[in-house]
């Protein structure tokens, strides 16, 4: 039986009068847009609508035709308010001017979203504007309102206390423990402590560590899903002055987009569920082991890691109490093949005084057919003082440029040396091994090869 409420007929849709002069007080449509509708056959009142007249301000904008879209939508409720002429710029200009300055200082964005209605309105609805999380600068309240405004965007967290304090282990913990339900949203992950604090890595990376759970009727573990990194495309995890020797397990293994990683000073296991995929890697040597064991161990990392472009490789030699329980793999092979790196560099810490015989022993152990460009970094070499600073070479540099001249392909075009690696005897015949050679960079200055 019909329903007795039925319309006996639908109503047609009509704009009405009113509707228009609403739509035209709002967005203040163009003279000729305005009449293109108020002739149009589908209004009732066939009268003449004449745009409502703007106010002075903005009558005297050059851009009064074609409104911006924050002066559009955006618009303030408080009616007859004076617009600046500054809402008439793009919307698109604005959120890149307010994204360079989130980079400066981390509270921009809480000072801008004050000055004006439009400005509030577009910072707090650009959801990617918000998704920068700093340790010094952000309380746990300001985290969360952070990471609410973000919304289902990417999240980059970075945790660098000052240099020379001691990092506030209970603030870390807090803020590390906020971000453990947020962690599949981070895009990058970056932690850099420079002074000592003991258990420090521990604290830092016990929450998104690995997490088991004991299942009493299967009688084996279940890794909790919550700490997988499902969108991490950067990591970065530097402490130079770590003494923890524990080996940590990183997000339970599960980070499908992971593809640079920077480490300093920290043992991870080194699964290839995790950095199988890795194009770009800057490793330094933490300095738990040494010699033959330290050249395995990292060998042993750059064969799961097969398909990097780009790879950087330091050791640094550290005193360390007592001795490191370190299982030496077995399969390690006596050359790991790297078929797609292009960019190796070689670096020796500030506090060496020689070519660690590690570094030389592992670039006679790769095979890297595709390589281009090679760099030899001295980090005690600054490239502002080298113009009073030269420093002696290497006592073993002749020996390693030898070695090189063996292991590293001759076709490499790019060649670089700074620091106590120049010596510019060997540099003529270096340029005579590396045929293709057609960049030479010595300390900082670039000489194009191909127009000499």
Known sequence: MPSMLRRSRRRELTLTASFTNAIQEKVHLPQHFSESISNNSFIVAHTEIQPSSPSHSIAKSPDFARPSLTFSLYRSPILNLQHHPIHTLPPELLIRIFELGSFDDALFLIAISHVCHPWRM???????????????????????????RTRGCSLDVTITPPQHHFPDMDALALQLHLLVPHISKARS?????????????????????????????????????????????????????????????????????????TLDGIRLTWLPELYGRLTHLDYT????????????????MIQVSCALRELRICFRR????????????????????????????????????????????????????????????????????????KPAPFPGLRDALSLFQVTIPSSIK????????????????????????????????????VHT
């Open 122 to 148: 577009l910072a707090i609805h650009t959801h990617t504007l918000w998704r920068r999380l700093s340790f010094g600068s952000h309380g746990l309240r300001l985290w969360k309102e952070r990471i609410a």
């Open 414 to 449: 790019v060649l670089a040396m700074a620091g106590r690696w120049t010596d510019h005897s060997s540099i003529p015949a270096l340029a005579k091994h590396f045929r293709e050679l057609h960049n030479l960079e010595i300390y900082g200055v670039e000489k194009d090869l």
């Open 318 to 389: 550290g005193v360390r109490d007592g001795e490191v329980l370190y299982l030496p793999r077995n399969d390690v092979p006596a050359e790991t093949r790297l078929l797609q790196l292009e960019r190796l560099v070689l670096a020796v810490d500030e506090s060496d005084i020689d070519i660690p015989p590690e570094l030389t022993s592992l670039s006679s152990r790769l095979f890297m057919p595709k390589l281009h460009e090679l760099h030899l970094v001295d980090r005690r070499f600054q490239p502002a003082n080298r113009r009073w600073w």
């Open 285 to 300: 040597h933490h300095g738990f082991t040494t010699g033959p064991t330290a050249v395995d161990e990292v060998l042993g």
């Open 189 to 261: 992950l970056e932690l850099r402590f420079s002074s000592y604090s003991p258990f420090l890595w521990n604290t830092a990376l016990g929450p998104i560590c690995r997490q088991e759970q004991w299942d009493n009727n299967m009688g084996r573990h279940a890794f909790a899903p919550l700490v997988h990194a499902l969108q991490l495309e950067k990591l970065t995890l530097c402490f130079p002055e770590n003494d923890d020797t524990k080996e940590f397990t990183l997000f339970a293994g599960v980070a499908p987009r992971l593809r640079n990683v």
